[in-house]
């Protein structure tokens, strides 16, 4: 098999790289905070569909067993992204709370702003 044909065969993983590097570039490069979260947002996104696709098996079916012997897809992945998803909540509400908290005393979102008038 092939290099290409790999890359074809797994591009779910291609995808998921290409999130993360979005996201980790709208962190770094984006002085808003809002902006900043978003990235953030991103990149976890980017890791969830990483373990869901590693948990994928190609014509899988859902793991009932109903005594036939099939091939069912790994539902451990699937069952830790639940709990990783409402972590992601949870850190979001977290940080659009400071945010209100920030952009109410500092009158600005603008991280280099917020620096320069701390001193």
């Known amino acids: 098999m092939g290099l290409l044909q790999s890359i074809a065969a797994n591009y779910y993983f291609l995808f ?28 976890e996104t980017s890791v969830f569909l990483l373990f869901v696709s590693g948990g994928y098996v190609a014509g899988g079916r859902a793991p009932i067993v109903t005594g036939n012997e ?8 699937h069952a830790l992204i639940l709990t990783g998803i409402v972590i992601a909540i949870s850190i979001t509400s977290l940080l659009l709370s ?11 979102l603008n991280a280099d702003k917020i620096s ?3 001193g």
Do not use: Q, S
């Open 116 to 118: 320069k008038m701390r």
């Open 70 to 77: 099939e091939v069912y897809v790994n539902p451990l992945p």
């Open 98 to 108: 400071l945010i209100v908290k920030i952009y109410k005393y500092y009158g600005t």
């Open 16 to 43: 998921a790289i290409l999130l993360f590097l979005i996201g980790i570039y709208t962190m770094l490069t984006h002085p808003n905070l809002l902006k900043k979260v978003i990235g953030l947002n991103i990149m």
